[in-house]
């Protein structure tokens, strides 16, 4: 009877560690299912010693192993080893880590000529850069005056000048 406890308790111990395992790694189920395959082991030995320990077994598998994995999933990423493996919400916006971001964001307030029209995108001529840019509303014709009145990452927001010598809109 110790022998058989003791074996349901390495079962339990196997299926949590085995389920931490796969939440660290990408096995894609297969650790899980290893898992559910000690669970259910160490379950089955409950009924050996009796129907009551195995029901009772079952019920605290069935509640036990949900919070169990829902406490991992939360828990893992507060560890040291946690923070090494799960990314950060503090990432970078889209673009932002770009090696052009930096010189794009520059362009903040300047002024410069549509070389094509932005329907709404087009090549815009700033400080003598052709940047591919982005018209903030409207289409905004070729020759026209524009300025820079956004840097979202790579994309740079433009506005027709109203002092522009291109074509009214």
Do not use: H, N
């Amino acid at each position: 009877m110790v022998g058989t406890i003791l074996l349901i308790v390495v079962l339990v111990l196997a299926s949590a560690a085995l389920i931490v395992m796969e939440i660290c790694t990408p096995f894609f189920g297969l650790l899980t299912v290893l898992s559910a395959g000690c669970l259910v082991g160490a379950v089955a030995f409950c009924f050996r010693l009796s129907a009551e320990t195995g029901v009772v077994a079952v019920v605290a598998a069935l509640v036990g192993y949900p919070v169990f994995i829902i406490a991992a999933i939360r828990w893992i990423p507060r560890t040291r080893l946690g923070r090494r493996l799960v990314l950060s919400r503090g990432q970078a916006p889209p673009g932002e880590a770009t090696p052009e971001a930096d010189s794009l964001r520059a362009l903040l307030g300047r002024e410069g000529i549509a070389e094509t029209p932005l329907r709404p995108s087009g090549a815009v001529r700033i400080d003598g850069r052709r940047i591919i840019a982005s018209a903030e509303s409207g289409l905004i014709e070729k020759g026209a005056a524009v300025k820079v009145v956004r840097i979202q990452g790579s994309d740079v927001v433009v506005r027709r000048i109203a002092s522009d010598a291109g074509p009214a809109a």
